[in-house]
């Protein structure tokens, strides 16, 4: 055992396995020193600063007034972004290095910008409004004059007959002519008309509302304007109707303006003389074409300001957010008595200690400080955060483990193992080289445009896929691993390796669906034989290896789960722990299903007969009986007794020994037997729930016992259902099989059956499409999820506890647009 203890010494430190040694320090900083020291801070991103005002509210904080500065400024620089992208233009991504300007005059600047911008866009909404009405104008008087011109013809045609022939005495004429002459000024001022512009889509509603307000009293004329107006209010083209609405009376002329106001319909006068329309048409148009002129001078001017300010807009944006952020970060460190320092704490790695003291150091020699910053170590009571660093091959692992729960700081991290098993167990479910190098063309293509696309804005579903490129790459190649081993491209097995082992009884081949195939040689090198395609034997076959194969692998991923306990155990030195918890579940798991994997590896290398399934059950109903067929070794039954009685021991070894023991130590501790705090080697804050280690006095026995009975029943019926779990492997395995042959048989090949070029190209189309969407999306996306599951199910509840909190550190490289 000693020779064990020192081989396991000397084993090299799995710095991968621990996070980063964090300690807690203190910084004591002049006034005149602490922004440039918080900037040089966030530039280097290894200090997590804590907040020592948290029961302050965000307005009662020393910087409060510079924190609103720079939200002000924030909003003007996204009203630039705004008014950028809606004039079509581009501000540039990569301006050329300048020398950062003050925040006091950037405020200025911003200022003078957005007051500029503001009186362009109010000139250029005026002129743009008196353009909108001269055009409208012009349209009214050009449609209008046509209804006008229509109906004085027709009533001077009307007089012409009525003059004509019904009197024909000269005299009568004359009287009749000198009367009308007298009448038809009064018939004129009692005939008005209103002419105007509405939207098309509002022109029947007026209509009628014009008809039921003047009871009919009213002829109204519309035509369409011809071409589209910007709307004032939503800035959109839409289609407008011009309108002339006859009418008699001053009440009614009320009503039709008050309607002509309510429906939005602009009016406009046109005169009865045709000589004055046409002088005023002149000079509406004299009008428009100087106010086009001076619109586009206008436009050119804005855009020329809005290049200039979208020339600096990437930097500035980049400056004031880590501007705010260091505000930010000042609010959280607190004033000292004399109000002329202050004074943070934070965590940082140890290993950035210097990196740290020399930013520091940098700060007060660039401000002029008299006064060096003060840098040190505090003790600390609550537990550090936890810090791995990644690079960007692992960081996705990373995150796939950190979204079931973050490590405990210095527990051992599954993500180093998860690199490899994690898209193992993927590819076990999805075994084809087909569908694994159509996946892998995928990821090259993401890899291959990592630069481009790590700089642009992507979707949800195309970031989360960039962010997974290279577990797509992993996927994939072990994708097309097993599937060499299953032996399937797109459901086709390939003589790859040689010629098969099998052959048929006779040159017909007709019997070998039925009656099966003969061997001759030697067995097929690697993978499965092609020849067991199509065989009678085929689907008992491949059931029989992979659902074996899914319970070795599924017992081996829950042994190094408890063999990471132990190290766990021995890291924080809790010898209880790995005496009444590692060892008895070893013994467990392995007495039951280490055996039953043992069995599968013994019947595959003697090539026996025996039924497993009856040797597993009568373990259990008849231990003592003969095995008969059913015995693949000498010694089986004796040792299946044995294995039967050492499970049956580890249940209560699981069970009782460690809360007496935690009671004995806590009473013994408080009697003055045993002195000096006792860490973590004989107390686990995991046993002791909501409780700290300076609270060690509020032992409670049945809660501890409990809390052990709730762990050691969950690891006995775990151990049944997490190897049941694993036989997920073996069923979508099975069912991506089965798919993939149904879509080529049933799909391709029955195409390809028919001398027709159409029906062979459906056929091929339906199988892209089903392969593409059905077998390389939701197929992946489903073993992606079970291999989830395995992970941080079956896995990683055999010694991850999962519930520390991760290192956020000040960091300017980690601030984004979102923070404005």
């Known amino acids: 055992m000693e020779r064990m203890e020192k081989f396991i010494d000397n084993l090299p430190p799995m710095d991968l396995m621990r996070s980063e040694k964090m300690t807690l320090v203190q910084l004591i900083i002049p006034v005149e020193s602490a922004h440039r020291a918080i900037s040089y801070l966030g530039e280097l991103g290894l200090l997590q600063f804590r907040d020592l005002n948290a029961e302050k509210s965000p307005f009662q904080r020393t910087f409060v007034n510079q924190v609103k500065r720079c939200g002000e ?40 910008h957005e007051h500029e911008l503001i009186e362009m866009n109010s000139n250029s909404e005026k002129l743009r409004q008196t353009h909108n009405e001269l055009l409208e104008f012009k349209i009214v008087l050009q449609k209008a004059g046509g209804f006008l011109v229509s109906s004085n013809n027709h009533a001077v045609d009307e007089e012409r007959e009525l003059s004509e022939n019904v009197y024909s005495n000269d005299g009568y004429v004359e009287t009749a002519s000198l009367l009308e002459q007298e009448m038809r000024p009064a018939d004129q001022s009692g005939l008005r008309f209103i002419s105007g512009i509405i939207c098309k889509s509002k022109a029947l509603r007026f209509e009628r509302m014009l008809f039921r307000a003047t009871r009919g009293n009213m002829l109204f004329n519309h035509a369409p304007a011809g071409e589209e107006i910007m709307d004032p209010v939503s800035a959109e083209m839409v289609e407008k109707t011009v309108f002339v609405v006859f009418f008699s009376g001053e009440q009614a002329r009320t009503k039709i303006l008050k309607i002509c106001e309510a429906f939005g319909a602009n009016c406009y006068p046109v005169p009865d003389d045709i000589s004055k329309q046409r002088q005023i048409t002149r000079e509406v148009l ?22 200039s300010v979208g020339y600096h807009l990437t930097h500035w944006m980049s400056m004031v957010r880590r501007e705010k952020a260091v505000y930010d970060t000042l609010n959280t460190l607190n004033f000292d008595v004399t109000k002329k320092c202050l004074v943070g704490e934070g965590w940082c790695p140890i290993f950035a200690k210097a990196q740290i003291q020399e930013a520091l150091q940098r700060a007060t020699f660039d401000s002029n400080s008299q006064v060096g910053i003060i840098f040190h ?24 483990v950190d979204a079931y729960g973050v490590a405990r700081y210095q527990e051992a991290n599954p993500a180093v193992y998860t690199v490899i098993t994690f898209p193992f167990l993927f590819a076990v479910m999805f075994g084809d080289w087909g569908h694994g190098i159509c996946l892998l063309l995928g990821a090259l293509v993401l890899i291959a445009r990592e630069s481009r696309l790590s700089t642009q804005k992507l979707g949800s579903f195309m970031e989360m896929l960039f962010g997974g490129r290279y577990v797509l790459l992993l996927m994939s190649l072990f994708s097309i691993y097993c599937g060499l081993i299953y032996n399937e491209f797109f459901s086709v097995p390939f003589h790859i390796f040689g010629g098969s082992a099998y052959k048929c009884r006779d040159a017909t081949c007709r019997d070998s669906h039925s009656a099966g195939l003969i061997k001759f040689r030697d067995p097929y090198p690697f993978g499965v034989d092609p020849s067991w395609r199509g065989s009678r034997s085929e689907l008992p076959f491949l059931n029989s290896l992979k659902m074996k194969m899914s319970i070795l692998l599924g017992v081996a991923q829950m042994n190094l789960g408890i063999i990471l306990s132990y190290f766990s155990a021995r890291f924080f030195r809790n010898s209880l722990d790995i005496r009444y918890q590692f060892v008895p579940q070893m013994i467990f798991l392995n007495s039951l299903f280490g055996y039953l994997s043992l069995l599968i590896i013994i019947k595959w290398c003697t090539g026996s007969q025996a039924d497993l399934y009856h040797v597993m059950i009568y373990m259990f109903l008849s231990p003592t009986d003969d095995l008969g067929d059913n015995e693949l070794f000498w010694g089986q039954r004796p040792l299946q007794i044995v294995l039967l009685l050492l499970a049956l021991v580890a249940v209560p070894w699981m069970l009782f020994p460690k809360p007496f023991i935690l009671k004995k130590l806590h009473s013994e501790r408080f009697q003055g037997r045993t002195y000096g705090m006792l860490g973590t080697s004989e107390f686990d804050l995991d046993v002791e729930p909501d409780s700290a280690r300076q609270h060690h006095e509020e032992f409670n026995f049945s809660e501890v016992f409990v809390h052990q009975m709730i762990h050691s029943i969950e690891f006995v019926l775990g151990a049944v259902s997490n190897t049941a779990s694993y036989l997920r492997l073996w069923a979508l395995s099975l069912a991506h099989s089965e798919l993939s042959t149904v879509f080529y048989e049933k799909v391709l090949l029955l195409a390809w059956g028919y001398d027709n070029i159409v029906i062979r190209l459906v056929g091929l189309a ?4 089903a392969t593409a969407f059905i077998l390389l999306m939701m197929e992946t996306l489903s073993a992606f999820l079970h291999a989830l599951r395995l992970h941080w199910v079956e896995f990683q509840n055999k010694f991850y506890h999962g519930d520390g909190y991760k290192f956020k550190p000040f960091s300017f490289a980690l601030i984004t647009e979102d923070d404005d």
């Open 286 to 307: 004299s009008r428009l074409s100087e106010l086009e002129t001076t619109l586009d001078a206008g436009i050119r001017h804005r855009n020329k300001a809005l290049t």
């Open 73 to 112: 400024m924030s909003r003007k620089l996204r009203f630039f972004k705004d008014q950028i992208s809606k004039a079509g233009l581009l501000s540039s991504l990569h301006p050329v290095v300048e020398p950062d300007v003050e925040l006091e005059e950037l405020e200025i600047q911003l200022a003078e």
């Open 766 to 769: 339906v199988f892209a499409f």
């Open 377 to 400: 170590v505090m003790d600390a009571v609550e537990s550090p955060p936890t810090y791995f660093r990644t690079n960007r091959f692992t960081n996705a692992y990373q995150e796939i």
